[in-house]
């Protein structure tokens, strides 16, 4: 799987007919190794915001890593924002796996998964600490990294191939599968989300519906290799969650993949 941390931010409020309303969210996935990417969209007030967040993400996860997708203007926010969400952003975030951090206003979400209880607690007094009173920090983490390294480590990186444009697996998607099958015998009881995503090649709610039908299809792969079907719960994310730039053959090749993500 390439996809093993993201990182989710919300960028301060949208003035809409005289209404606060939560902004159009700056999306990030943050890397797991040398050869990811971190990829942020979303929308801020101005340039001089988008300026400071780029600059602490690069500075974070390397300039290289950070895809730019970001747009400006529609949007207002708290006195000082930038330089709160600034300060949230550190090295400590990518012990996250699967991570969302929301700061809606003055109220910072964050949730995902950790290695450890230790860890779950430094994050939270860090992220506290680092913001004025008006904030509130509302934690939902989980201390299940060595449970999702078991599903991680039996797809050890590969990818799960189709035929070109459709939803039929192919032998050697087979293959990998049927090692997944194994692995996925240890979490009974437990649900397993199956993620299918595409490259950003044609139309977008094209690509949602391939990514559901080849997530459909896994599901239906499994299910006959004993899995039981209410475990497993098919998402097709289509486009949106990149693990490498679209603009190579390699890049898409690795974006159209398939994740296995115990549910929260």
Do not use: C
């Not at 309303?21 to 990030?28: D, G, I, R, Y």
């Not at 039908?213 to 994310?237: C, E, F, H, T, W």
């Amino acid at each position: 799987m390439m996809l093993k941390r993201t990182l989710t931010l919300w960028a301060g409020v949208a003035l809409l007919h005289g209404a606060l309303l939560a902004a159009e969210p700056v999306a990030a996935t943050a890397p797991a190794a040398t050869n990811q990417v971190i990829t942020v969209t979303g929308a801020v007030p101005d340039q001089a915001t988008k300026t400071i967040l780029l600059n602490r993400l690069r500075e974070v996860y390397g300039a290289e890593r950070v895809v730019d997708q970001i747009t400006v203007g529609g949007v207002i926010m708290p006195a000082n924002w930038a330089q709160h969400v600034q300060a949230l952003i550190t090295p400590e975030l990518k012990s996250v796996s699967r991570g969302e951090l929301s700061v809606n206003g003055n109220t910072v979400n964050l949730k995902g998964d950790v290695g450890s209880d230790a860890t779950r607690q430094q994050l939270t007094s860090q992220m506290a600490s680092s913001l004025n009173p008006t904030y509130v920090v509302k934690s939902q983490l989980r201390v299940t990294m060595a449970e999702q390294a078991v599903l991680d480590q039996a797809l050890a990186n590969r990818i799960v191939e189709f035929e070109s444009g459709s939803a039929k697996i192919t032998a050697a998607g087979q293959s990998i599968l049927d090692e997944m099958s194994t692995a996925l015998q240890q979490f009974k009881g437990r649900r397993v989300e199956v993620i299918g995503h595409t490259d950003s090649q044609g139309a977008r709610n094209s690509n949602v519906a391939l990514s559901k039908a080849r997530a459909d299809a896994v599901k239906a792969y499994l299910v006959q290799k004993g899995i039981p079907a209410d475990s497993l719960i098919p998402i097709g994310m289509g486009p949106d969650r990149p693990v490498a730039p679209n603009d190579s053959d390699d890049g898409r090749r690795r974006n159209r993949r398939i994740e296995f993500n115990l549910s929260q």
